[in-house]
């Protein structure tokens, strides 16, 4: 499941949860409309049961889009124990289930 959250939000669940995965995006970006259903179905895979999956508006966040150093978007980011270990601009699966494997290991 994702949950979409803002700046307040972000900063508290990223601290509380070990894995955190999230998904930057704009409301005019259409390559972040596109992949929303792909994120959902990655969200719900068994695999990555274990990590925390969140939408942020990447326009609305300042704070959030600072903390990963989005650049561009949709811009996808892993963060565990509170530390971005990976984050990157993509709108592949395979480019997002690497970065969602960064937490994992």
């Not at 049961?49 to 889009?65: H, K, M, Q, T, V």
């Not at 289930?97 to 994992?104: G, L, R, S, T, W």
Request: hydrophobic residues 40%.
């Amino acid at each position: 499941m994702v949950q979409k959250v803002t700046d307040q939000e972000f900063s508290k669940l990223i601290q509380t949860n070990e894995k955190v995965i999230v998904k930057f995006y704009a409301d005019w970006c259409g390559s972040c409309r596109l992949f929303a259903p792909k994120y959902t179905k990655i969200s719900n895979k068994s695999e990555y049961s274990g990590a925390l999956f969140l939408e942020i508006n990447a326009e609305e966040n300042p704070e959030a889009r600072k903390f990963a150093s989005v650049n561009n978007l949709p811009f996808f980011a892993a963060i565990k124990n509170g530390v971005l270990v990976s984050g990157d601009t993509t709108a592949k699966e395979e480019s997002v289930e690497k970065i969602i494997q960064q937490v994992f290991n």
